[in-house]
T-cell receptor, first 112, second 114 residues
Framework: QKEVEQDPGPLSVPEGAIVSLNCTYSNSAFQYFMWYRQYSRKGPELLMY????GNKEDGRFTAQVDKSSKYISLFIRDSQPSDSATYLCAMTRVRGYNKLIFGAGTRLAVHP | NAGVTQTPKFRILKIGQSMTLQCTQDMNHNYMYWYRQDPGMGLKLIYYSVGAGITDKGEVPNGYNVSRSTTEDFPLRLELAAPSQTSVYFC?????????????FGDGTRLSIL
């Protein structure tokens, strides 16, 4: 069983829809959670960072962590075609990048 | 503003050949990383460096070597290429090792071993 599970999709939604992307994990020691966006043939870029449980909002993006359920989510409001990308979750129990565990990524397509 | 530059973008190797994947950054970052990304598997850390002359193994270091003689450059060497090393390789850098500081990624090298 993988430490971090993420549905690969693809997820196809119409422009303007609310998108929900999710990851589950098995290690209860994880406390730093990240979402990366990766456009086709490009490297990932950090989108959201959350420590421990709770919500964090940045513009149209909201990251949510539920440590009791070992479940994290990324919500995208008013989705745009430019949001079409692969979204990777990542998490670690310590702050250092050398222990970061990535999910496999969910491919999202937002059509006009 | 170049950021992290990786060369080559694509390469096909025969089994047993060697090659070096180049990575250079112009942001004066001390911390640099090499990842591989396989379909359905997410990114896995191969090696990382905390500064010139200092490197350490990540999760999947077997079959690879690195060196860090300057702050800017962090090449990854494959000595005896194997089909299992077919992957997309990403180099990244950051100002600090903490995961709340963003890593800056290059655009990757797509490597096929036949």
């Amino acid at each position: 069983q993988k430490e971090v599970e993420q549905d690969p999709g693809p997820l196809s939604v119409p422009e303007g829809a609310i998108v929900s992307l999710n990851c589950t994990y098995s290690n209860s020691a994880f406390q730093y959670f990240m979402w990366y966006r990766q456009y086709s043939r490009k490297g990932p870029e950090l989108l959201m960072y959350t420590y421990s449980s709770g919500n964090k909002e940045d513009g149209r993006f909201t990251a949510q962590v539920d440590k009791s359920s070992k479940y994290i989510s990324l919500f995208i409001r008013d989705s745009q075609p430019s949001d079409s990308a692969t979204y990777l979750c990542a998490m670690t129990r310590v702050r250092g990048y050398n222990k970061l565990i990535f999910g496999a990524g969910t491919r999202l397509a937002v059509h006009p | 503003n170049a950021g992290v530059t990786q060369t080559p973008k694509f390469r096909i190797l025969k089994i047993g050949q060697s090659m070096t994947l180049q990575c250079t950054q112009d942001m004066n970052h001390n911390y640099m990383y090499w990842y591989r990304q396989d379909p359905g598997m997410g990114l896995k850390l191969i090696y990382y460096s905390v500064g010139a002359g200092i490197t350490d193994k990540g999760e999947v270091p077997n079959g690879y070597n690195v060196s860090r003689s300057t702050t800017e450059d962090f090449p990854l060497r494959l000595e005896l290429a194997a089909p299992s090393q077919t992957s997309v390789y990403f180099c990244a850098s950051s100002t600090a090792p903490d995961s709340n500081q963003p890593q800056h990624f290059g655009d990757g090298t797509r490597l096929s071993i036949l």
